[in-house]
């Protein structure tokens, strides 16, 4: 029972007592009123009737008559007349006075008004001629304490109603707090530990600064995770100079691009080269030279292009690149790579000599990391021949011939035409824990068109590019609810950013409600990017599945340590480690230290750790010894 209907209870019990007790009290003090009254009366009349009495010439005849009179016109139980000797005169009673109704007869029997007879002493000169005693009738004071009581009840049930609904109005505003209390620590159970002004109600105050303090101490935990997550990466990933990744760890970025399924699968690698660095050393010292580079480094770093798994790096000491995925213009990415640089160089005076060539190229799904840097050096080498700060665009060889505008719109159709008439479907990779269960099939999408069949790293890109990314996440919502119907297997699928970034799940919502069967054996996962860009939205997605025994996580996990924190406030139920950092794990200890200390957050936060693109048993067997719960890709193909 709520707390909000026991009160109300305790206070209809309460309500109903004092009502009992007020009555009570009140027809008490009435009828032991009224008989005050009722006596005072029979004496008054008593006296009044025996002078009257008394001064007139006394016959038995004469006074019975006024005695008669007196009862016909008064209210009385009886009148009587005993002479000195004890003879009786006159006895009579009346049945005047208003009837007694059953109401007014339980009254009676409940509180008793018993009035003392008033007597007098009627006399003839100095001879006494009787005693005369009377009573009046009681049956009025009965009734007036029935009226008085029902008049007593309407106000007392009309303090009640006004009692219930400010008390209504008071009790909601007091228990406000209270559901505060409740739905933080809801969300605390959630995995969503969230902070909340202490409310003005002392005990809900106490309950709240104890969650709020739990949850400030798992943010504090998890950003110290990630300080040292990003103190240990800069001693094994990032140039100490500049704060851009070396050489290895940016090859392992773009690697990871060229094999990606998402908007990372296409985009734009830019390379720009600080002509004449050694002789900056001569001219302006190692010290000045170094802050130079590190400005570089922070300024190439703001620049914004290296979003959504993008990354930058300094190949060499004069050589600055950055990847650029869901980016179409590469000519625009590197130009404004050379004028970051630039704009350092010139407000260090160094100007002088200075030139900065620099080449680019569009990268896609297929391409291998030797083709693209093979074109993109050959066009630095050509620009840095030209002795000034030229840049030249390197053309992929497979886009040769073919327009851009042709190869959007070949797709823009395909994948239109797809979506219309469901020529999509789901391939899917199962998701094995340490123990070799299969916990879930992770899919992605597949077009079938023009008699082939394309994966998701071949289209997705221009999924986005066209902005069709939420009509393909409602498709494949629709194929999931199915493949779990006949296969009756957990199946996760991928939301594009689309979904996210329009903070509108009604879709959602209605979908998992009308497919609430099916709906426990789904899991939904979004990008990290996407979901600490969108920390609201990714909650809120969150808290929908959640109502239908969704699972939700977080995949690509490991670009951005900054934001691990976040993760205290998404209430997800996994994350899933990028392959990027999953590659040579088992000889890479910056990887492995990276992968064990999201194990330790996960173990925290009560989620699983997943490590995606497990291509070797060795890289398995890492991804376990470090803490992974589970893993995913082509070695666990292999070995099921």
Known sequence: MSLYRQIWIAAAILMLGIFGITFAINATTSSQYLEQQLTLKNNDDANALA?????????????????????????????????????????????????????????????????????????????????????????????????????????????????????????????????????????????????????????????????NELARRVKDMLTREADELTRKRATTEVDSVTGLLQRDGFMARIKNALNSTDAAATGVIALVRVSNLAKFNQLYGHNSVDNLLKEIGQSIQDLGVTTDNGAAGRLNGSDFCVLAPNHSDADA????????????????????????????????????ISEVFTNLDSALIAADNAGDSSLVVAVRGANVGTPAREVAARWRGLIRQGIDA???????????????????????????????????????????????????????????????SSNNSPINITLSASSLTSADFGWLDSRLKKNSKQAGQLSIEIGESVAFTHQS????????????????????????IADVAKLSELGVDFIKLDAVFVHDIDTNPGNAALCRAYANIAQSLDMECVAGGVSTAEEMKAVFDAGATAVTGNAVNTSK
Request: hydrophobic letters at 45%; proline letters at 3%.
């Open 333 to 368: 990415v590197a130009k404004q790579l050379q004028k970051a640089i630039a704009e350092v160089i010139a407000r260090h005076g160094m100007t002088e000599d200075s030139t900065l060539p620099g080449s680019c190229i569009d990268y896609a799904t297929g391409d291998t």
């Open 422 to 484: 469901k020529t999509f479907t789901l391939d899917t990779k199962p998701v094995v824990s340490s123990r070799g269960e299969t916990l879930r099939l992770d899919s992605s999408i597949v077009l079938h068109a023009e008699g082939d069949t394309h994966a998701a790293q071949t289209f997705i890109p221009w999924v986005y590019r066209h902005d069709l990314g939420k009509e393909l996440d409602h498709l494949t919502l629709e194929l999931a609810f199915d493949a779990i």
């Open 51 to 211: 002078l009257s009495l008394s001064q007139q010439a006394l016959d038995l005849t004469v006074i019975e008559l006024q005695l008669a009179a007196k009862l016909d016109q008064g209210a009385y139980d009886y009148i009587r007349l005993t002479a000195p000797t004890g003879e009786v005169l006159f006895d009579r009673g009346s049945e005047m006075g208003p009837p007694l109704t059953q109401a007014v007869s339980w009254m009676r029997a409940l509180f008793t008004i018993d009035a003392t007879p008033g007597t007098a002493e009627v006399t003839n000169g100095w001879n006494q001629v009787g005693t005369l005693t009377l009573k009046s009738a009681d049956s009025f004071a009965y009734y007036e304490l029935w009226q008085g009581a029902q008049r007593m009840l309407v106000a007392l049930v009309a303090a009640i109603i006004f009692a219930a609904i400010l008390g209504n109005v008071l009790l909601r505003i007091i228990l406000k707090p209270l559901g505060q209390v409740v739905e933080q620590a809801q969300a605390i159970g959630e995995r969503r530990f969230l902070t909340l002004e202490e409310p003005f109600t002392t005990e809900l105050a106490e309950v709240t600064r104890a969650m």
């Open 537 to 560: 939205s990714a909650a809120e997605l969150s808290r929908i599945a959640r109502k239908y025994g969704t699972k939700t996580g977080i995949g690509h996990v490991g670009h951005r």
